[in-house]
């Protein structure tokens, strides 16, 4: 992806030592290392710091800040002398809003990294044990039925739709299917086709990961957020099952609309990609959150082995390499 953010570009140097980031400050954009070394290091809860990447040419860093406003996960140090580029996030933006095949591949460029990043970084963190991991729990069919209220005026004031114009969610939301869904009901199953996205008007959905005869829940979907979207663009089965965790009214995104639309070049279509990237970025949030707890738990528990697995998948969620 390199290749088609240096045009947008600016070159940039820093001496040994200099800070190129600091954590948890606001993010303005992201770096490409052409010469040196930097490494990256996160703060641990309960204090100390962990270094979590070593990075030299070719690999880039900060990519969240281009999608959303958002705050660096990691601060960064320059091991050496440094020569690179800068992506300004605005700029960013300018590009990725156009409508040619370039700004599209540029979007699609970036829902592949950040998917491969949440991929990588989930299946990483299933490999180790949590508190939260319980025996599975059977998935149950329940029927769908009509909506009781009108969905109509919710989808505006859904997080999912920030950015929208009106006449954009209602083309999204033509021919899509709306229901409710009583608590316990399932959606998908892991390792079933992915043959829609389901975007949560009203309720809650469990989002959990099947380990053998053990589950571990990755997550609760409210009102605004939208599962299953991920297997449907990378046209894979779903990894993990969602069910109903409080009675849910549903909107059901069949596949083919879903990719027609996040393919295409309208307006609904740069919107939705927006939207989606906003979502992966809330996800590789929540996954950052989790590798962080388990590592100081292993270490607390001198459990170095472990640790060291979980600093790796931190290390794959906060950068990615040559592209």
């Known amino acids: 992806m390199n290749d088609k953010l240096l045009p947008i570009a600016r070159e940039v140097e820093f001496r040994r030592g ?11 954009g992201a770096f490409v290392i052409r010469s040196g070394e930097v490494h990256a290091r996160v703060a641990l809860p ?48 300018a590009v990725a809003a156009g409508r040619d095949s370039a700004a599209l591949e540029i979007q699609k460029a970036v829902t592949q990294v950040l998917s491969g990043k949440l991929r990588a970084a989930n299946a990483r963190l299933r490999e180790h044990r949590a508190a939260e991991d319980r025996p599975a729990v059977p998935s149950q069919a329940h029927a769908r039925t009509a909506p009781a209220f009108d969905w109509r005026p919710f989808l505006q004031v859904l997080a999912f739709f920030d950015g929208f114009d009106r006449w954009e969610i209602d083309e999204l939301a033509q021919g899509c299917t709306v229901f409710e869904l009583a608590r316990g009901g399932a959606l998908f199953n892991s390792g079933e086709p992915a043959e829609a996205a389901f975007l949560v008007i009203r309720g809650a959905l469990e989002i959990v990961a099947p380990q053998g005869t053990s589950e571990r ?106 592209s």
Not at 71 to 85: E, I, N, Q, T
Not at 231 to 239: F, I
């Open 18 to 28: 200099e800070q190129l980031l600091r954590q948890g400050e606001a993010a303005r």
């Open 217 to 322: 829940r990755v997550t609760i979907a409210g009102p605004g957020e939208i599962s299953g979207y991920l297997a449907v663009l990378e046209r894979r089965p779903h990894w993990v099952s969602a069910r109903v965790r409080e009675s849910a009214c549903l909107m059901e995104l069949g596949a083919a609309q879903l990719l027609r639309h996040y393919e295409g070049a309208a307006g609904t279509s740069v919107s939705l990609r927006r939207a989606i990237h906003r979502s992966l970025l809330q996800a590789l949030a929540r996954t950052n959150t989790q590798l962080i707890r388990l590592i100081s738990h292993a270490r607390l528990n001198a459990e170095r082995g472990e640790a060291e697995a979980l600093e790796k998948a931190l290390h794959g969620q906060i950068v990615f390499g040559d």
């Open 46 to 93: 309960g204090g100390g710091m962990l270094t979590v990447a070593e990075l030299g040419p070719g690999a880039m860093f900060g990519e969240t800040a281009l999608m959303e406003r958002a705050v660096c996960m990691a601060s960064v140090v320059a091991k050496s002398d440094v020569a690179g580029w800068f992506v300004d996030r605005e700029d960013f933006r």
